[in-house]
């Protein structure tokens, strides 16, 4: 199994920018699809974006799109997500996630393994 740390939440005004960071350990992290999701107080997890195991192939939800950038770094056994023009909506608790899957999914129960999340709270 892999075990996902995440860090660089944090809090911002709107309209700026941070730059989430997963770390993996335990199997080889390059063997996993990767996705990040958010949760909301009140609210379901959502799906954020996700990226294959290359890295060759990612999707975003239209609520980040063009906003946020998911990148991975196999050698660093570590999950980015960047996230920019960051709004109030942004606010919640954010999760990277591996997946076993061989299709790459938005579906969070298609993932097994996930980090204790980290706090992002955006300030209008």
């Known amino acids: 199994q892999v075990q996902l740390v995440e860090s660089g939440g944090g809090w911002v005004q709107a309209g700026g920018s941070l730059r989430l960071s997963c770390a993996a350990s335990?199997?080889?992290?390059?063997?996993?699809?990767m996705g990040w999701f958010r949760q909301a107080p009140g609210k379901e997890r959502e799906f954020v974006s996700n990226?294959?195991?290359?890295?060759?192939?990612?999707n975003y939800a239209d609520s980040v799109k063009g906003r946020f950038t998911i990148s991975r770094d196999n050698a660093k056994n570590t999950l980015y997500l960047q996230m920019n023009s960051l709004k109030p909506e942004d606010t919640a608790v954010y999760y990277c996630?591996?997946?076993?899957?061989?299709?790459?999914?938005?579906?969070?129960?298609?993932?097994?393994?996930w980090g204790q999340g980290t706090q992002v709270t955006v300030s209008s």
């Open positions: 996630a591996a997946s076993t899957k061989v299709v790459l999914t938005r579906d969070p129960w298609s993932y097994d393994y």
């Open positions: 335990g199997r080889t992290f390059a063997a996993y699809p």
């Open positions: 990226i294959n195991r290359s890295g060759s192939l990612t």
